[in-house]
């Protein structure tokens, strides 16, 4: 009986703590958003500048889902199965991005590739821009969101251990067919859990990509940017209406989530 | 010969895995590597599949330096100590991935891995996934995964470590006669000795890195070389001559440097007053215990502080725990740092002498 006090009361407090925290702001992000009508709300998100901040999101986005799903992979198989001199010294490397502010990843590559930094020059000479321009929020994107695949794949690889792997070389496979035929099917759901996580840091990212951006409309816009350039022009309900696009986006990665968690929890069963 | 290994070394980090170690092995022979755990066993069969590459020494196979062949080319069968068969292919594609990396003509490896099931006993299982079977039927698909590239030699980590004690006894006799029926030369890792002595033709027991003795069961037990093998095999008694200031008839002539192995069939234990020959070499001894053993009774008997263990028939007159009965020791296996040799009781063989 007083197990069940216990238990209710618990259930209680993270509900309400979820009520407020989460579910009324996002509840108010649309009704705000909605507050002009309709017709404003689609004005504001088929506004010229809102589509292209869609596009160079969703372009940032894929670009470092892509290269952080390779690049994942292929740390997490060195770091498993592989021992070498460093390796603990690497796997901290990984996580550097989670532990530094994203302000902080967007300055270094300003100092790196800015008019001050050191590849200043030899970008200028090959007339390659990266700061203020469209690759610099790929970069920072990609920086932020580097160690979401690996973190995922690691465990489930390492759970794994290497008789598999061992077994399949001995009798001749190619890296490339162990990989597909061995360890592709056991780290499936992990590498995609990985991914969407992945996707949805991207999306959402703000600080690395605000320093690097330079805040050029239509050009350098990610969506997250664009909402903040709207809310501070005081455009309210057109700033809660493109946010509503992140929500949304927001919302059917989470369902996806769900998904993959339950899918991958029945295939490891 | 056909496996040879010559001075072999191996360190991992400033563990000597492998300390100048030699060995041949003739072809079609079943051959048993025993030792403790760390002893190095593991790393002999890693470096000889080429899963470990040795610091030093070579490997030849069928007369051939392997070292630097890769793994995959070595036409080595290896069967892992926890199976580690591929979870995401069913029994069949299992067994026929070494065959479709060899991109073997499809209808071959058809034929090839159905007769394999069929030799392992697993038909109609051929599309079960291995969380789907048995440990013993995981151990049997392993094993025919191995052979199904016919390789020259097979090697097995820890065959039956990861099985229950019953279905363990029907493996060994499975894989012993199979190994029999597809005659191809097999070295397996055991720390077990029944297990070793049973399945094996020949062992090599290893201990601290170093091969300390190889023959068959019965010369490493009945002429143990060293003295790690005088006490690592059968069940033994160690005794020393110093230290409690006692000695046993007829073996007082062991120096205090030197101590001995007693094995339970070297003890004879015979009812008080009951006993014909040697009365000189009979000791008397308390029965401390008596165990039942299924076919016969394991005794131990304390004589002079020290705990001997001696096997008993069930047909014998029976003793109880507590009873005083003469003890007489046939002999023992005597060892120092460096030599062992048996010794035979010298107040028997005096009389022995006498008699003829």
């Known amino acids: 009986m007083k197990n069940n006090a216990t238990k209710n009361i618990l259930i209680s407090i993270s509900i309400l703590f979820i009520t407020i925290m989460l579910v009324i702001p996002l509840i108010a992000v649309i009704i705000y958003s909605l507050q002009d009508g309709i017709e404003a709300y689609k004005i504001a998100i088929f506004d010229k500048y809102t589509i292209k901040a869609l596009q160079l999101t969703l372009l940032a986005t894929v670009s470092a889902v892509v290269i952080n799903t390779f690049f994942g992979i292929f740390a997490a198989w060195i770091i498993t199965k592989f021992s070498f001199r460093g390796k603990h010294f690497l796997t901290t490397l990984i996580d550097i991005p989670f532990a530094i502010s994203p302000v902080i990843a967007g300055l ?48 489930v690889l390492n759970a794994q251990g290497k008789d598999e792997e061992e077994a399949a070389a001995l009798m001749g496979a190619s890296g490339f067919k162990i990989f597909t035929k061995i360890t ?29 951006s330079g805040h050029l409309r239509g050009k350098t816009n990610t969506l997250p940017l664009h909402i903040e350039m709207l809310y501070n022009e005081f455009q309210l309900s057109s700033a809660f209406a493109v946010s509503s696009i992140l929500v949304i986006m927001a919302v059917i990665i989470l369902i996806l989530r769900t998904i993959v968690e339950y899918k991958g929890k029945k295939a490891g069963e | ?115 394999l099931i069929k030799l392992i006993g697993l038909e109609g299982m051929e599309h079960r996934y291995p969380s789907q079977l048995s440990g013993g039927q995981r151990q049997r698909v392993a094993f025919a995964r191995a052979l199904a590239p016919s390789p020259h030699l097979l090697l097995l980590d820890e065959p039956f470590a990861a099985i229950d004690a019953k279905v363990r006894q029907e493996l060994r006799s499975w894989l012993r006669e199979m190994i029999e029926k597809v005659g191809v030369t097999s070295i397996f890792v055991t720390h077990d000795q029944e297990e070793a002595i049973e399945v094996a033709d ?57 101590k001995a192995v007693i094995r339970p069939e070297f003890v004879q234990i015979t009812k008080l007053g009951k006993l014909k020959h040697y009365m000189s070499a009979a000791e008397e001894g308390i029965v401390e215990k008596i165990s039942f053993r299924g076919s016969y009774l394991e005794v131990n008997v304390k004589v002079k502080n020290i705990i ?38 010298s107040a028997m063989a005096d009389n022995n002498y006498i008699y003829i």
């Open chain 2, 1 to 115: 010969m056909y496996v040879e290994l010559k001075n072999i070394n191996k360190l991992f980090g400033n563990f000597k895995a492998s300390d100048n170690v030699n060995f041949e092995i003739e072809k079609g022979k079943l051959i048993g590597l025993l030792g403790p755990s760390g002893s190095g066993k593991t790393t002999i069969l890693r470096m000889i599949a080429g899963l470990e590459t040795p610091d030093s020494g070579d490997i030849f196979v069928d007369g051939i330096r392997i070292n630097d062949t890769p793994p995959s080319k070595r036409g080595i069968g290896f069967v892992f100590q926890n199976y580690a068969l591929f979870r995401y292919m069913s029994v069949f594609d299992n067994i026929a991935f070494g065959l479709q990396v060899q991109k073997q003509n499809k209808n071959y490896i058809k034929e090839r891995v159905l007769e």
């Open chain 2, 308 to 345: 001997l263990t001696s096997n008993r028939s069930l047909e014998d007159e029976m003793i109880e725990v507590g009873e005083i009965v003469n003890v007489q020791i046939y002999r023992l296996y005597v060892f120092n740092e460096n030599k062992t040799y048996l010794l035979e009781n």
């Open chain 2, 202 to 258: 020949e062992i090599i027991i290893t201990n601290r890195g170093k091969v300390e003795q190889k023959g068959t069961p019965i010369e490493i037990y009945k002429k143990p070389a060293t003295p790690f093998v005088a006490q690592f095999i059968g069940q033994s008694t160690v005794y020393e001559n110093n230290e409690d200031k006692i000695q046993l008839k007829g073996f007082e002539m062991i120096k205090s440097n030197e």
């Open chain 1, 108 to 155: 270094i590559y300003i100092l790196v590739f800015g008019r001050t930094g050191w590849a200043y020059d030899f970008l200028q000479a090959y007339d390659i821009k990266i700061v203020f321009a469209v690759p610099g929020i790929i970069l920072a994107t990609i920086f932020v969101t580097f160690p979401f695949v690996s973190r995922e794949i690691i465990p």
């Open chain 1, 184 to 212: 592709l099917p056991h780290i499936k759901w992990a590498l995609l859990y990985g991914i969407i996580l992945c996707t949805a840091r991207a999306m959402g990212e703000f600080g690395a990509v605000s320093v690097l």
